[in-house]
């Protein structure tokens, strides 16, 4: 719950003039319980001045007066199962969102016409962040299991190009970059090298669901093949660290379908974008941003048809947003480094779709199942789910096609 001076606090940067507050409430986001926090809906209902005023005349006619009401996105510490929120609470990637939208998102939106991401409007450290309410302006995210088409693709790589292009401009308004004006919000808190960090337990049980994936549908694949898969699987923790050949930027890190939301015109198609969960930035360089999205949220068929132009379109996205604040691109990124950091970072990049997918694909009706149960929750995220993988890839087409094809495209990489 809000302490009223908290309500006020969020209030006053929406209502002006006298009012009162006169209660609030949180209710239960449609989906249920996230991986790294619970959403939710807060209403607050209030009354102004001049209503109050009203009120005092009309009760003595027993007549009152409606409340008004004020509609936010709230996203809260995990509650209900104990595993989860000591694992969230120990990786710190709740304090970790809400000290980036105090010190970083919120003074940098001004820099950025039209939006990205959601305003900011309160957070306590522990458990709360509080933003904008977006369903009302009808963005939606698409299901995980359906991939993306082109229109959906373009509208995210601009964002993004947009995000990171208004990244490098606040580094040049505080004149320092972001590993040294946050570093505590640099940190690595997924794909960490920290033996003790639970982090490290949740990837290495990833790393061995993938393994046995390999073993059951890719038998035939020699020592060498497989301990080259091993290899790079375990090199994804390599992006935990900012790259000291390439030029670095703030990244999202996560950008995958839960945390993009569209909205679309009457026809259809694609008008906005937003995105959210901002648990996971990085300081690295933006080509990881790009193809990994693509890899958690499309076909490898398309990826085939369409990467070129997608990259080529965040570049020049990146380009003209960079010039638009005064910064030439020569001086962030050269076009020719941006190719190299996608050739660089592929390998990697495979490796982290592949951990991703397996995950994040899994059925809702699986999900929820074990987020609800702190014994099962704590099996599956960090001691075993490989038999969990297994049952999926045999019972749901879309999970099979597209985990095993992540695997695969490892497997050929390595050939």
Not at 88 to 93: D, E, K, P, S
Not at 161 to 168: E, I, N, P, T
Not at 230 to 246: G, H, V
């Amino acid at each position: 719950m809000l302490s009223a001076s908290e309500c006020d606090t969020i209030v006053r940067q929406v209502i002006d003039g006298d009012y009162k507050i006169l209660d609030h409430e949180f209710t239960k986001a449609c989906g249920g319980s996230g991986f790294l926090g619970d959403p939710s809906f807060l209403t607050i209902r209030y009354k102004k001045k001049h209503t109050l005023e009203k009120d005092q005349e009309l009760c003595r006619d027993g007549d009152m007066s409606e409340k008004l009401e004020l509609s936010f996105f709230a996203k809260q510490m995990p509650k209900g199962n104990i595993q989860k929120e000591a694992l969230v609470r120990r990786i710190g990637v709740f304090t970790k969102e809400a000290q980036l939208y105090k010190n970083v998102l919120q003074p940098m939106e001004k820099y950025i016409e039209p939006k990205i991401y959601p305003r900011y409007y309160y957070s306590r450290d522990d458990d709360m962040l509080v933003l904008e309410n977006l369903a009302p302006f009808g963005f939606r995210t698409k299901e995980p299991a359906e991939p993306y088409e082109l229109d959906h693709c373009r509208a995210v790589v601009e964002a993004v190009a947009r995000f990171q292009a208004a990244s490098v401009f606040f580094e040049s308004k505080v004149s320092t970059c972001f590993d040294k004006y946050v570093p505590q919000l640099m940190v690595e808190t997924l794909f960490t090298n920290k033996k003790d960090h639970p982090s490290y337990k949740h990837i290495e049980v990833s790393i061995d669901a993938i393994k046995g994936i390999i073993l059951e549908h890719f038998p035939q694949l020699s020592d060498t093949v497989r301990d080259g898969v091993m290899e790079i699987l375990r090199s994804t923790r390599r992006i935990c660290r900012p790259s000291r050949k390439f030029r670095n930027i703030l990244t999202h890190g996560d950008l995958w379908s839960n945390n993009i939301l569209f909205s679309y015109d009457t026809s259809g198609k694609v008008k906005d974008v937003r995105l959210v969960d901002f648990q996971l930035v990085r300081y690295a360089p933006p080509a990881i941003d790009i193809l990994l999205f693509m890899h958690l949220t499309t076909t490898r068929q398309f990826r085939l048809d369409h990467e070129s132009e997608l990259l080529d379109h965040y570049y020049e996205t990146f380009k003209r947003s960079l010039h638009s604040y005064g910064i030439s691109v020569d001086d962030v990124i050269p076009c020719l480094q941006f190719v190299s950091t996608v050739k660089s970072y592929r390998p990697t990049v495979l490796g982290i779709a592949a951990l991703y997918l397996h995950y994040i694909l899994l059925p809702a009706e699986k999900i929820k199942h074990f987020m609800d149960d702190p014994e099962m929750y704590d099996r599956i995220v960090a001691n075993n789910r490989r038999d969990l993988v297994s049952e999926c890839l045999r019972d749901y087409e879309y999970y099979r096609n597209r985990v095993l094809d992540s695997v695969l495209e490892i497997i050929e990489s390595v050939n």
